[in-house]
């Protein structure tokens, strides 16, 4: 694999994808365990995604430049980011900061190892198809924010988007929802469009960098729990987000012409 890591094809990496995601996973359940021993719950999945990160990055010859980490230093926030492709967990990994909880959909929980770690890591599962309880789940982690002192990770698309296009799709409320209710800020993390480097259509893997930028938090305290107060709010961080894709984009396509 060490040779391979570099001349490696589409089918390859993915296989080392999907092993890399299998061993993080078993290494979750065990830190999942073990951790809360030793009062450090809020290292287990910064420890499985460190461990991640830096397992697939080098095998796969991909890194992550972050701008912005700073924006990171909240204790209580809710975390929303552009959702591309599989890879999103990747690039999720490199810049997921501690005591942070994830928000997926229910049907993860299933999933042998990594829905157990999830369960175990304190994850918060969403019934995308029963409304009702997706709300009620959510004003759960609302709560949790607090009780437990954590920010949350959601990808507000809800979806994969299309990765081929500068854009994002429209965004679900509930991410903005969490965070007025919470009263905490949300805090947009937009990952660079990497079309040009893995795409599962036309079968394209190959190694490179990708930028990660965090933006400034968006303080939510003064906000009403309305929807049309949740409606603007989840527009102004969607707009924000589309137009730091484009900037990253297009800052990206003028590198490239320099070399």
């Given amino acids: 694999m060490v040779l391979y890591r570099r001349h490696g094809g589409y089918y390859y990496r993915s296989v080392v994808c999907v092993m890399c995601l299998a061993i993080c996973a078993f290494y979750g359940v065990i830190a999942s365990l073990l951790l809360p021993l030793i009062n450090r719950a809020d290292l287990i999945n910064y420890s ?5 990160y830096n397992l697939l990055g080098f095998l796969v010859d991909i890194s992550v430049t972050i701008e912005g980490a700073e924006n990171l230093q909240y204790p209580k926030s809710v975390l929303v980011c552009n959702h591309q492709s599989s890879m999103d ?15 997926a959909k229910k049907a993860l929980k299933y999933y042998p190892f990594l829905g157990w770690f999830m369960t175990l890591s304190n994850a918060i599962f969403l019934d995308r198809k029963n409304r009702d309880n997706a709300i009620k789940e959510a004003r759960q ?5 607090h009780n437990k002192n954590i920010s ?8 994969r988007g299309h990765a081929s296009k500068i854009d994002l799709l429209p965004f679900k409320k509930g991410a903005f929802y969490m965070a007025v209710q919470a009263g905490v800020p949300i805090v947009p993390i937009v990952v660079e469009n990497y079309y040009h480097l893995y795409d599962s259509k036309s079968k394209r ?3 490179g960098k990708v930028r990660v930028r965090v933006l400034p938090p968006v303080p939510t305290k003064d906000i009403a729990e309305d929807s049309a107060s949740v409606d603007k709010l989840a527009t102004h961080v969607r707009e924000d987000m589309i137009k730091t894709l484009k900037e990253l984009a297009s800052s990206s396509s003028l590198s490239a012409k320099d070399e």
């Fill in 152 to 159: 949350v990770w959601l990808f507000p698309e809800g979806t």
């Fill in 48 to 52: 499985v995604s460190q461990f991640y």
């Fill in 141 to 145: 982690a609302a709560e949790d924010i």
């Fill in 205 to 207: 893997f190959n190694s």
């Fill in 89 to 103: 967990i990747f690039f999720m990994a490199s810049v997921f900061p501690k005591a942070t909880s994830v928000v």
